[in-house]
């Protein structure tokens, strides 16, 4: 492989709900999953709240929203905005 080829790598994309929009161009999402317990077999819901760079300041709270993996924007922000899904009506 010459270093003129480009190598594509997929990017992870997460979905959850806006939980705070104070912040000027960050969102904090709160994202949930469900995983097996690995002996009982019952499913688990877990949940983390990730910040996410919104240039254009267009989610709010309560929103769906998509976010997309990128490079560091700051010390707490691995993920930018894609699209709204679902907007509150206010």
Same mark, same amino acid.
């Given at each position: 492989? &010459?270093?003129?080829?480009?190598?594509?790598?997929?990017?992870?994309?997460?979905?959850?709900?806006?939980?705070?929009?104070? =912040?000027?161009?960050? !969102?904090?999402? #709160?994202?949930?999953?469900?995983? #097996? %317990? *690995? @002996?009982?077999?019952?499913?688990?819901?877990?949940?983390?709240? @990730? %910040? /996410? %760079?919104?240039? #254009?300041?267009? /989610?709010?709270?309560? &929103? =769906?929203?998509?976010?997309?993996?990128?490079? *560091? !924007?700051?010390?707490? #922000?691995?993920?930018? @905005? @894609?699209?709204?899904?679902?907007?509150?009506? /206010?």
């Amino acid at each position: 492989m &010459d270093n003129k080829q480009k190598v594509s790598r997929t990017r992870r994309s997460l979905s959850g709900i806006v939980v705070g929009s104070q =912040r000027d161009k960050t !969102i904090s999402v #709160k994202v949930t999953r469900r995983i #097996k %317990h *690995p @002996l009982y077999g019952k499913y688990i819901t877990k949940s983390s709240i @990730l %910040h /996410a %760079h919104d240039e #254009k300041n267009t /989610a709010t709270v309560g &929103d =769906r929203v998509t976010l997309g993996e990128t490079k *560091p !924007i700051s010390k707490t #922000k691995f993920f930018e @905005l @894609l699209s709204v899904s679902k907007k509150v009506e /206010a």
